[in-house]
């Protein structure tokens, strides 16, 4: 069965930092495509990094700079370093992992449940 489970949330204060981790089992994980995305209550989801299977690295605005997204095809995982934490940060932290084996499949796109970040004094 497919699994995409985030683990690391929790509260931190302004400028301190996080590490977040997502495992994923039960789908080929060095050929997906592994993303981190923020969910606010009340607004859609926003692309905070992204990994793809050769290992080109994205980041969304959000990040700016202060983030390191990385992946470890043996383990199945992928990691998000925060650092510099502000207020802003604050969401649920959800994995995303898509792709495909061949260009006649159909595409996947697994979520895991979130972790909770809460950057605050």
């Known amino acids: 069965q497919v699994q995409v489970v985030e683990s690391g949330g929790g509260l931190v204060q302004p400028g301190g930092s996080l590490g977040l981790t997502c495992a994923g089992s039960g789908f080929d994980f060095r050929r997906y495509r592994m993303s981190w995305y923020r969910q606010v209550p009340g607004a859609g989801r926003v692309l905070v990094a992204r990994?793809?299977?050769?290992?080109?690295?994205g980041y969304g605005d959000s990040a700016e700079g202060r983030f390191t997204i990385s992946r470890d095809n043996e383990k199945k995982t992928v990691f998000l370093q925060m650092n510099n934490l502000k207020p802003e940060d604050t969401g649920v932290y959800l994995c995303?992992?898509?792709?495909?084996?061949?260009?006649?499949?159909?595409?996947?796109?697994?979520w895991g449940q979130g972790t909770q970040v809460t950057v605050s004094t």
């Open positions: 995303n992992a898509m792709g495909r084996l061949t260009n006649m499949s159909p595409v996947d796109d697994f």
């Open positions: 990994i793809d299977r050769t290992g080109t690295i």
